[in-house]
């Protein structure tokens, strides 16, 4: 896979449930989480409760998966 996009973009207002964050599969996302942490993240898996797929960490991507509910906001291209 390729990097992601070079920018940073604002925190978005969309909220998270299964069905709104559905259509970002496969797609380059900007993830918010509730604890402050943000990334860019291409899900490959979205559940009725949980989501994964890669996390950019800087270099490469890292398999990574977390609760639908430990995210703030998304938004993906």
Do not use: H
């Not at 604890?35 to 490469?60: D, E, L, M, T």
């Amino acid at each position: 896979m390729a990097p992601p996009p070079s920018f940073t973009p604002e925190l978005a207002p969309y909220r998270v449930d299964p069905g709104s964050i559905r259509g970002c599969r496969r797609k380059y996302t900007y993830i918010w989480l509730n604890n402050g942490n943000s990334f860019w993240f291409y899900p490959v898996y979205i559940g009725r409760r949980s989501i994964s797929g890669y996390r950019w960490i800087g270099f490469w991507w890292v398999y990574f998966g977390t609760d639908l509910n430990n995210i703030q906001s998304f938004i993906c291209y």
